[in-house]
């Protein structure tokens, strides 16, 4: 027999048909042990030995039995885990605990695949190799420097900075960069300027025409600041008779991208499916395991040979022979670390258009569209500028517009872009001119315009910088940025990261203490230091000890430090940021209460308390002024937002945070509205929190019933309730859409589940349907803590992992191996009955039966001592 490990179940499930019945595959449910979370699992003093443990919860340990068992009666181990630097850790990590049991077969290989499909399957087992140390050593540096980082410094944290939750190598980073992009917006200075442009018309055909030269001067974006200014410019705009003077043709050729890499497909995916980089990685994962395209995790962007073959063939399909290139399309990228070596993600079939289904479909309608695009002719493209000047040649419009003579590779596929120019103009549809036409002047417009601010980051465009400054890497984005919104460092809104106040004191205490360590250059220089490792140019432990050598006596330093001193550095760093100038010119930190009550030497300075940092008055006790850590507000220290009025009361509606998150409130003291701010809605606006005070929702009366039907939010997430029964709904916004019919549907397929109308509990989260039982999948709420069930089988959630963190591809392992137990203890037996008559059995002996109980337990008395003595 030939045992086969891979990662997922689903995986294994599609491997073993593909092998045949001489390989039994089993997964390792991911990485089966980890560096136990405690001080001294890393111990740079003896040589940076690390001490590992398998996961603590009883569906590994029981997986990694099932491993080694099947280990000891097999002839030949095939470690088949991805082909990346985390798949070969698991490979190694397999073989360390076999070792250990002395399980290890006598033959040991290892393979890898780029696609779970049979050719790629059986061509890999041709050519099996082994463990590659230099990708293992690479992942031992990281693991490490990631562990000594943050348990590090997270107790520094915790005991400097209070409210403080953890940091982390590259997390702090990315957060530095949300952090940073803040400050720029508060510090822009908006500049105003002003556009004049005229609405034309030649041969039926109306287009726009921009002054570019007004008094004999050039116009840049900024030249014209004042209204002034910009009101004489229309009038000589419209006084004037301007006729064209050049017609510029230029021939342009746009060539397509290549196909996706982890990092593009995550910008890609967020920009045109609003999809958050954990999602697309997770739907990603989906159609990996199901066949249906390349490995997800690459940094590549070079298809092989005979995938470039079977998309031209594709191409020559679909299309006409021109959209197919003479030669194929060939890319390269930059990528420094081993990953390189992967393909760029694909599908593994190009006559498959279609795969997967929802979002699985969407994603994989963007792969497949991406990579065939790649290899397509170039769009042909016809850029023409029109210039038209007055008699006097003073002043001058410019008309810009372009045109596609040959579609190519835009007739499948255009990448989006992150933003949109105002100014971009070559949408313009132009009629054809010539010198001396004199086109129809409509109408002149002067618009006022202000410079804006760099925009917040997107997903999209904040793994696009990570990507460009060398910060991480692209398949540890998504953890990244989910591990962010789960410490409530940064939020979202309208897709956009904002910095919370807990997330800009975390970066302003490590640029004031820890400088180096959140600096781009250092963080950028570690990954190559690490990828150095990976490609067997550099030794894993001296680069842990040039970053330990540094790092450990500055985390010392600061333990060593007062939380007064730490405060009172952060309170200097961060004094413009807190203590902006009065426009008075009066002192910014005098304090507004003891200046009210004519009290002398009240002023503001930063404190840190149980629940982290708040601006508070050295007059304490006589004066209680004091307000968050962040920005003035109003003066009594309040930080609540009136974000409209109820049309209907008049009455104010306000955005404010309390213990248990942010929350609107319509009114004041008994008679006040509140409502719970969903984390779903980052468009939120009065709209939004008016639908949220009038909850619950009444949809309608049940047709079968007569009662009434209500659409809620509860402990759990949004529900629909109807007497005394429940069903999940998926997001906030299906609280207000869900319209009879479908409320009806739900409330019946909740009813006809098993166990569906046990108890009024409401699902934490409903997943996706189980792969093999094919049921739909629920976190729900237990007696003895959440589990994960498919209607029949109940799996226990792990203590820590949160409930509503759950993913379907955790619930499915979950579940799996829940169903790999066999039945709970006691279901399907029935012995009780047997148990009560053997007591019947012996009703003439009674007396007898203590008598034959003692008696073994003297012997073992007496049997201790003699043991003892031996």
Not at 513 to 522: I, K, L, N, Q, T
């Amino acid at each position: 027999m030939q045992l086969v490990i891979v990662e997922s179940p689903a995986k294994a499930k599609t491997i073993e048909k593909y092998l045949g019945k001489d390989f039994k595959v089993l997964a390792s449910y991911g990485h089966v042990r980890d560096l136990p979370p405690k001080d001294g699992s890393v111990r740079p003093d003896e040589g940076f030995e690390m001490d590992w443990e398998v996961y603590a919860d009883k569906r590994n340990r029981d997986q990694v039995k099932a491993i080694a068992d099947a280990a000891k009666k097999a002839d030949r181990l095939i470690l088949a885990t991805d082909p990346d630097r985390e798949g070969e850790a698991i490979s190694w990590h397999v073989l360390e605990l076999l070792k250990k049991r002395k399980a290890l077969p006598a033959e040991v290989e290892r393979v890898t695949f780029n696609a779970i499909t049979k050719q790629a399957v059986t061509d890999a087992m041709k050519v099996p190799r082994g463990l590659d140390m230099d990708l293992i050593e690479a992942y031992l540096a990281r693991r490490a420097l990631d562990y000594l980082f943050g348990f590090t410094l997270s107790p520094v944290l915790w005991r400097k900075l209070p409210g403080a939750k953890s940091a982390g190598r590259v997390q702090s980073v990315a957060l530095r960069l949300i952090v940073d992009r803040e400050r720029e917006i508060e510090a822009f200075l908006p500049q105003e300027y002003w556009s004049v442009t005229a609405k034309m018309e030649h041969d039926g055909t109306a287009f726009d025409a921009k002054l570019v030269k007004f008094g004999g001067n050039k116009i840049d974006r900024l030249t014209i600041g004042e209204k002034g200014t910009a009101d004489a410019a229309k009038l000589a705009v419209e006084q004037g008779r301007f006729t064209v003077e050049d017609v510029e043709t230029k021939p342009q050729k746009r060539n397509p991208s290549p196909p996706f890499t982890t990092s593009t497909l995550q910008q890609e995916a967020a920009r045109k499916l609003g999809f958050s980089a954990s999602h697309t990685m997770r739907c990603a994962q989906s159609l990996y395991e199901a066949g249906a395209i390349t490995y997800m995790r690459t940094d590549g962007v070079q298809m092989d040979g005979s995938a470039i073959s079977a998309c031209r063939k594709a191409i020559a399909e679909r299309f006409e022979p021109h959209y197919v290139p003479d030669k194929p399309r060939f890319y390269s990228s930059k990528a420094k670390n081993a990953q390189e070596a992967h393909e760029a993600i694909r599908p593994t079939d190009f006559n498959r258009d279609r795969a997967g289904s929802g979002d699985e479909a969407k994603l994989y309608d963007l792969i497949f569209k991406r990579a065939m695009a790649s290899q397509m002719a170039g769009a042909q493209l016809e850029r023409t500028t029109v210039a038209l000047r007055d008699p006097t040649g003073q002043h001058e419009l410019r008309a810009t517009g372009q045109v596609v003579k040959f579609p190519g590779f835009l007739a499948v596929y255009e990448e989006g872009r992150d933003s949109r120019s105002d100014d971009d103009e070559d949408a313009n549809l132009l009629p054809m001119m010539r010198k001396g036409d004199c086109p129809a002047k409509k109408a002149v417009e002067a618009i006022q315009h202000f410079t804006q601010p760099p925009p917040r980051f997107s997903e999209a465009s904040l793994v696009k910088r990570m990507e460009e400054l060398g910060i991480g890497r692209p398949s540890t984005y998504a953890s990244t940025i989910q591990t962010l919104r789960d410490r409530d460092y940064v939020r979202m809104e309208k897709n956009r990261f904002f910095a919370e106040d807990s997330g800009r004191l975390l970066t302003s205490f490590l640029e004031r203490f820890f400088d180096r360590y959140v600096a781009y250059e250092f963080t950028s220089g570690m990954e190559d230091e690490l990828d150095e490792v990976s490609a067997g140019h550099a030794e894993y432990k001296k680069v842990l000890e040039a970053f330990w050598r540094d790092f450990k006596p500055k985390s010392d330093e600061v333990m060593e430090r007062q939380p007064s001193e730490v405060t009172e550095a952060l309170d200097e760093f961060l004094s413009d940021y807190l203590f902006p100038k009065n426009e008075d010119g009066s002192d910014p930190r005098l304090c507004p209460k003891c200046v009210a009550e004519g009290r002398d030497g009240g002023r503001l300075s930063l404190r840190g308390g149980r629940f982290g940092a708040f601006i508070a008055c050295n007059n304490y006790p006589e004066c209680n002024f004091r307000r968050k850590f962040g920005q003035p507000g109003d003066e009594d220290g309040s930080d609540d937002a009136v974000i409209g009025v109820d049309p209907e009361s008049g009455l104010n509606v306000e955005r404010k945070s309390g213990r248990y998150g942010p929350y609107v409130q319509m009114g004041e003291g008994k008679d006040a509205k509140r409502a719970s701010i969903p984390k779903d809605l980052d468009d939120f606006d009065l709209d939004w929190a008016l639908k949220l005070l009038a909850l619950p929702r009444i949809v309608g009366n049940h047709p079968e019933t007569g009662q009434p039907i209500e659409a809620s939010i509860g402990r759990y997430g949004p529900y629909l309730r109807h007497d005394g029964k429940y069903a999940k709904l998926t997001s906030t916004r299906d609280v207000f859409d869900t319209g009879m019919n479908a409320a009806v549907s739900l409330l019946a397929e909740a009813a006809n589940r098993k166990g569906g109308t046990r108890g009024k509990a409401e699902p934490i989260k409903t997943l996706g349907l189980h792969p093999v039982t094919e049921a739909e999948m629920k976190v729900m709420p237990g007696r003895y803590g959440p589990y994960v069930t498919d209607g029949t089988n109940n799996a226990t959630i792990p203590k820590d992992v949160k409930p509503e963190d759950l993913t379907e591809e955790q619930a499915i392992v979950l579940i799996d191996a829940r169903i790999a137990k066999g039945p709970p203890k006691g279901k399907g037996r029935k012995k009780a009955p047997a148990k009560k008559k053997a007591p019947a059995k012996k009703a003439g002996a009674k007396k007898k039966a203590p008598a034959k109980k003692k008696a073994p337990a003297k012997k073992a008395a007496k049997a201790a001592p003699a043991a003892k003595a031996e």
